[in-house]
């Protein structure tokens, strides 16, 4: 069995994706964080994460470090993990994810406002509904929950842990006034979850703001 890993290759995976949100537009301000899990034989390493305060226009891969499973850097790294590592490690146990990604984008800010906690957004009748995992229809619903937002992120943690929807399919929450996270089974997966998140979120606010066009 190969036991060995290469750390740079999944560092490499994080910039480029912290790179590709900063182009979209969806990473302002030196915001966001991106991880992702490493193999069981990286213990105590258990998640590569983007570390805090860092513009992700120009990512450099040294500053993604390891966290073991409570969050906390290992091999003694000096670098300071995302302020919110610790829902991305929630998310690791809770929902047995691979990856997990959060953005800063305006139509994500803007709606999440208007959504009431538990009820959250509902997208239906969109094709590209079909890029979630398991989904094969645009018939059907997929709900995006929406949270209540807080700087007591092991509080916060804990909150959304009990109120995830464990009964139907789930790849993402927006947090009130701050942003979305989704999570995929790799970081292939979870980049097309919030590609598609973040399409229908547009499109959700394009109805909102205009309705849907005229017939010609
Ligand atoms: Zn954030």
New binding site residues.
């Given amino acids: 069995m190969d036991d060995t890993y290469d750390f740079k290759v999944f560092a490499d995976q994080l910039a480029d994706i912290a790179q590709w949100a900063s182009r979209k537009g969806w990473a302002p301000a030196t915001?966001?964080?991106y991880s992702v899990r490493l193999p069981e034989h990286a213990a105590p390493a258990f998640c590569a994460i983007t570390s805090s305060g860092v513009d992700k226009e120009g990512f450099d891969p040294a500053q993604v470090l390891a966290v073991d499973r409570i969050g906390v850097p290992v091999n003694g790294c000096t670098l300071k993990p995302s302020a919110?590592t610790l829902l991305h490690v929630m998310l690791y146990h809770a929902m047995g994810t691979g990856a997990v990604l959060?953005t800063?984008s305006l139509a994500a800010a803007l709606l999440s406002r208007s959504a009431g906690e538990c009820d959250g957004l509902k997208f239906s009748g969109w094709e590209l509904l079909k890029g979630f995992d398991g989904v094969e229809t645009h018939d059907c619903e997929v709900v995006l929950p929406v949270f209540p937002n807080s700087q007591d992120i092991p509080a916060l943690a804990a909150h959304i842990e009990t109120r995830l929807p464990r009964t139907q399919p789930c790849y993402g929450f927006l947090?009130a006034g701050?942003?979305l996270y989704v999570w995929g089974k790799d970081i292939a997966t979870a980049k097309r979850h919030l590609e598609v998140f973040e399409f229908l979120l547009q499109c959700e606010r394009e109805v909102r703001s205009h309705g849907y066009p005229a017939n010609a």
């Fill in positions: 915001s966001t964080n919110e959060h800063h947090l701050h942003g």
